[in-house]
Structures are given as structure tokens and as C-alpha cells.
């Protein structure tokens, strides 16, 4: 799978969009980007994911680059809840299944 | 739908016991993940089942660790004998796995700690 990066950690005001930025410049063809979230103690939660077109749910949207090597999640109006640790994970390809988590960004929302 | 189900929640053993994690996925998905989560190594897939085949084994650390899933909605994770630094967060997870399409959904975790 290929390998992205991420800032370890961001900061956004209540109420304010929380653009997060992911880059994975080695991503193949047929490989998906994939966000999940992690609130403090809990398991990882989906948020979204994309091949090449944007997407958009109701928790954020995902802006992916024309030539794929780097991606932003959107969450278009931040609350306290959502303070977590953000993952931006490729795959697909031969390991379609399997998600390899980096350290990923953290995400602290301010009053 | 009761999510994917995780038992025991918190687990405290002492150096050489066998623990026994145990796992239900989500009714009617066909692909079930075994992580761990650590301080130091982060989230780690271990091991992962399509179909009740595991697939792909090779994060499971070392001989001590076995998993089984003899059927579409129970799985296993052991531990024999364990160690303090199996210490950590097991998550289980599971997912209707089509071909790059991976919404998996995670279970609370399992936290162990070994003594």
C-alpha cells in the first residue's frame, strides 16, 4: 500500500470548516483513499473515501487532487466532538481488505 | 444492529496465563480484522479472515498468538502464554468486503493488560 503523510497535529475554531491534508504521492492506480477517525478511547470510526472524483457524505467531504497524489478531508463546521485522531489511509490494489494506519493528525477543536 | 461486539471489555492476567479474546461481526459481513493498538506502535492490523479464511496473518507478532473464526459470526483471539508487553488494545473489526471498497466498522476494543 502506498504511504501517506500527515501533520501530526491542527487546531480549528468551533463552527470554522477543519480542512485536514493527507499527501500519498505513491498511490497507484487502483488504490483508494480512506479516512477514518478515532475519538479518544474508542474504536476507529469510517468517514469516507474516494478514487479520484470528490466525495461527500454527511460527515465531511474528501477533495482528491487531479493527479491523485494528495488529498483534504473537509469538515465543513467543526464541533467539540469531534476532537479525535485523524487517519488518511490508502489501499486497494492486491490488499483490498487491509488498512495500515499511520500515526495520523490530530484534530483539536476549540470553543 | 448491535455494531460489532467485543468481549471481555477490560481484561487483567498475570504473565504466562492464556487469554481469550473474543469477537462477533456485524450479521452478513464477510471479512473480520484482528488490531492491536499501542502507545509506542500504534494501530496494527494482525490478522484478517474473508470468508472465515484468514487471508493474511502477517502482523500476528510471534507463535504465541493464534486466531480462528469457525464461523461467519464468531472469532478469536489468543494469547498463550502471555506477556506484559502484550499489554494494549485489541480491536476487532468487520466489513462487507468488496473489491476497494473497505468501510470497516470497528468494535469498542478489548483492553488488556498483563501483569
Known amino acids: 500500500d502506498a504511504k501517506t503523510t500527515q501533520p501530526p497535529s491542527m487546531d480549528c475554531a468551533e463552527g470554522r470548516a477543519a480542512n485536514l491534508p493527507c499527501n500519498h504521492s505513491?498511490?497507484?492506480?487502483?488504490?483508494?483513499v480512506y479516512w477514518y477517525r478515532q475519538i479518544h478511547s474508542q474504536g476507529p470510526q469510517y468517514i469516507i473515501h474516494?478514487?479520484?472524483n470528490n466525495e461527500t457524505n454527511e460527515m465531511a467531504s474528501l477533495i482528491i487532487t487531479e493527479d491523485r497524489k494528495s488529498s483534504t478531508l473537509i469538515l465543513p463546521h467543526a464541533t467539540l466532538r469531534d476532537t479525535a485522531v485523524y487517519y488518511c489511509?490508502?489501499?486497494?490494489?492486491?490488499?483490498?481488505?487491509?488498512?495500515?494506519f499511520g500515526q495520523g493528525t490530530i484534530l483539536t477543536v476549540h470553543p | 444492529d448491535a455494531g460489532v461486539i467485543q468481549s471481555p471489555r477490560h481484561e487483567v492476567t498475570e504473565m504466562g496465563q492464556e487469554v481469550t479474546l473474543r469477537c462477533k461481526p456485524i450479521?452478513?459481513?464477510?471479512?473480520l480484522f484482528w488490531y492491536r493498538q499501542t502507545m509506542m506502535r500504534g494501530l496494527e492490523l494482525l490478522i484478517y479472515?474473508?470468508?472465515?479464511?484468514?487471508?493474511?496473518d502477517s502482523g500476528m507478532p510471534e507463535d504465541r498468538f493464534s486466531a480462528k473464526m469457525p464461523n461467519a459470526s464468531f472469532s478469536t483471539l489468543k494469547i498463550q502464554p502471555s506477556e506484559p508487553r502484550d499489554s494494549a488494545v485489541y480491536f476487532c473489526?468487520?466489513?462487507?468486503?468488496?473489491?476497494?471498497?473497505?468501510?470497516?466498522?470497528f468494535g469498542p476494543g478489548t483492553r488488556l493488560t498483563v501483569l
Open positions: 473489526a468487520s466489513s462487507f468486503s468488496r473489491q476497494a471498497d473497505n468501510e470497516q466498522f
Open positions: 450479521s452478513g459481513h464477510n471479512s
Open positions: 474516494g478514487l479520484k
Open positions: 479472515f474473508n470468508n472465515n479464511v484468514p487471508i493474511d
Open positions: 489511509i490508502v489501499s486497494g490494489g492486491t490488499s483490498y481488505g487491509k488498512l495500515t
Open positions: 505513491t498511490i497507484s492506480g487502483n488504490e483508494y
